[in-house]
């Protein structure tokens, strides 16, 4: 579990980078290629799942990834972005019970799903590769430029550093 957390951790370390080193503007600039979304829209999506998560946890209550808020300012105000990412962070290196159960209700399903603290943290880590890996794409169609590990998954990584 440590080190699912540690890893989550990272990608959001790689996402606070990424805003620091945008040029103004270019967060909430719509990219048409990739489904007219913003870089912006991508870093909400990923921090509501984590805050989503991090709250279901600290109220004992089901965790439904449906139940985001969607906060526009997440989108399009890049310190908002930045002191989001920095808690979530910092909440995911409090987390101490990786036997924890949970209720997941999740895409419409009428009845919640039986899942733990770990599994769901297993899924943070995918689901953020995959919004970080449009997130690089978005970038790099803007003219700017993302580290050659931003949005690939660990698993890859690891791979491509033995071969």
Known sequence: MKNLLAMNMELLDQAIQMIRNQPD????????????????????????HYEEFLTAISEGRILDYEKRPR???????????????????????????????????????????????????QYLL????????????????????VPDDFGIAPSTLKHRNRA
């Open 126 to 145: 995918s689901h953020t590769v995959h919004h970080f890996a449009l997130i690089a794409v978005i970038a790099g169609l803007g003219g700017t430029s």
């Open 71 to 121: 906060d526009l300012r997440l989108e399009t105000d890049t310190g908002e972005a930045l002191r989001r990412l920095t808690a979530v962070r910092n909440s995911l290196g409090e987390l101490s019970d990786p036997g924890h159960g949970l209720e997941v209700m999740d895409n419409g399903a009428s009845t919640p799903a039986l899942s733990s603290t770990a599994r769901e943290v």
């Open 25 to 48: 503007g270019h967060y909430s600039q719509t990219c048409r290629e990739v489904f007219s979304s913003t870089i912006g829209q991508h870093v909400r999506h990923c921090v509501e």
